[in-house]
């Protein structure tokens, strides 16, 4: 069995270490992927450490991968040998039900496979990017287009297109006022993203320290949750708001900043309920929705959107060694914007 360098983590709570993985044979519709760089996602901390139930380890995580193709099958027909591409949050899914055959493969009514820690259809279990390679289904791999660099690239297989996704499924674009509520790793891509749409961009954030960031990025206005008076003067405003925080909020409080017709679209995942005051919603006919990534076809339209305006992630590159202490910065929202890691440090 081929095998790849990882870094994986051992346990719930151990640091996660150098070690040996198995990747399958180069099947007839597999891509084989030299890795170049991975994000680090706050999901890949919520599963390593059980926030979202049980894991089996040694498990390494990494759903933002940007690479080059070093081998493919005999029946490839989308990637050659030398093509420059991405692989995000899911390697697998049906391709028969009713929603991967609309392109959402996100949403498989079998459950689609999850690029780590899922089981594939094969029976094996999945490892992630934190790994010098990678085999993927050649329908789940990605083209990152010229123009945009492979460090930057590698955070919108995840943290783009989760943001993409729904601000183009709910129409941000001119005329529309979108607030982003968390500016970490998924926040500054919504940020980037809905001011390119054209949509008036406001920042939710718990304090003003990254105020001027947020203003370079594209934000019109910023905002501290942490002072009542942004809650009073808000109130009614947004078309849309997309909540990307990765813990527990008071929704209703952020509900009542809607419009008319609004909506708030949760994509951060907090272990916990998030419960929700029923008149917050009827009192202007709002909608409590959430968003998982993105399917397929529409990862690489965002990846050529970002291309076409120029959107890269705002990224800290960090050898190996030092995902451990990334953890550490991401849990204490102590993120410019992203850790990417050098996968050539790894082995
Ligand atoms: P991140 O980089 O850590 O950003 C989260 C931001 O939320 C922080 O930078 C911080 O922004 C804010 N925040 C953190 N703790 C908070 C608290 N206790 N109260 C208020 N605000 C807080 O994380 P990420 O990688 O963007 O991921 C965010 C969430 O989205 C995670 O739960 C992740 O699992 C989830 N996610 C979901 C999907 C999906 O498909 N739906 C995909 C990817 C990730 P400020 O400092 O600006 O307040
Ligand atoms: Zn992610």
């Known amino acids: 069995m081929p095998t790849a360098n990882a870094y994986a983590a051992p346990s719930a709570t151990g640091d996660l270490t150098l070690t040996t993985i198995e990747r399958r044979e180069v099947g007839p519709h597999d891509v084989h992927i030299d890795i170049k760089f991975a994000g680090i996602c706050h999901s890949d901390i919520h599963t390593v450490r059980g926030d979202w139930g049980p894991q089996q380890y040694p498990l390494a995580p990494g759903h933002e991968i940007a690479g080059i193709v070093t081998e493919v099958g005999s029946d490839v027909t989308k990637h050659k040998v030398g093509d420059r591409v991405g692989v995000g949050c899911m390697?697998?899914?049906?391709?028969?039900?009713?929603?991967?055959?609309?392109?959402?493969?996100?949403?498989?009514?079998?459950?689609?496979?999850?690029?780590?820690?899922?089981?594939?259809?094969?029976?094996?279990?999945?490892?992630?990017?934190?790994?010098?390679?990678?085999?993927?289904?050649?329908?789940?791999?990605?083209?990152?287009?010229?123009?945009?660099?492979?460090?930057?690239?590698?955070?919108?297989?995840?943290?783009?297109?989760?943001?993409?996704?729904?601000?183009?499924?709910?129409?941000?674009?001119?005329?529309?006022?979108?607030?982003?509520v968390g500016l970490g790793g998924l926040g500054h891509m919504a940020v980037k993203i809905a001011h390119a749409m054209g949509a008036e961009v406001t920042v939710l954030s718990q304090s003003l320290k990254k105020m001027e960031d947020g203003l370079a990025l594209g934000a019109d206005h910023y905002y501290a949750t942490s002072d009542p008076s942004t809650f009073e003067e808000l109130g009614g405003t947004f078309d849309l708001i997309i909540n990307t925080v990765s813990a527990s909020l008071d929704i209703s409080a952020y509900l009542q900043l809607l419009s008319l017709d609004g909506t708030l679209v949760n994509v951060g995942a907090?272990?916990?309920?998030?419960?929700?005051?029923?008149?917050?919603?009827?009192?202007?006919?709002?909608?409590?929705?959430?968003?998982?990534?993105?399917?397929?076809?529409?990862?690489?339209?965002?990846?050529?959107?970002?291309?076409?305006?120029?959107?890269?992630?705002?990224?800290?590159?960090?050898?190996?060694?030092?995902?451990?202490?990334?953890?550490?910065?991401?849990?204490?929202?102590?993120?410019?914007?992203?850790?990417?890691?050098?996968?050539?440090?790894?082995?």
């Open 91 to 180: 390697v697998n899914s049906c391709k028969e039900c009713k929603n991967c055959l609309a392109g959402e493969e996100q949403y498989c009514l079998k459950g689609n496979v999850g690029t780590y820690g899922s089981v594939d259809r094969d029976g094996t279990i999945t490892q992630g990017g934190y790994s010098s390679n990678v085999v993927v289904n050649e329908d789940f791999v990605v083209n990152i287009p010229e123009g945009l660099d492979l460090d930057v690239a590698a955070p919108l297989l995840c943290a783009g297109i989760t943001t993409y996704s729904p601000l183009h499924h709910w129409g941000a674009g001119p005329g529309k006022k979108v607030a982003v």
């Open 270 to 347: 907090p272990p916990e309920p998030l419960p929700v005051n029923a008149f917050a919603l009827i009192g202007a006919r709002r909608s409590f929705a959430g968003s998982a990534i993105g399917g397929i076809r529409e990862t690489q339209e965002m990846l050529n959107f970002c291309a076409e305006h120029g959107l890269g992630a705002e990224i800290e590159v960090i050898p190996a060694s030092k995902i451990n202490e990334a953890y550490e910065r991401v849990l204490a929202s102590d993120v410019r914007y992203r850790f990417v890691i050098d996968v050539s440090t790894i082995g």
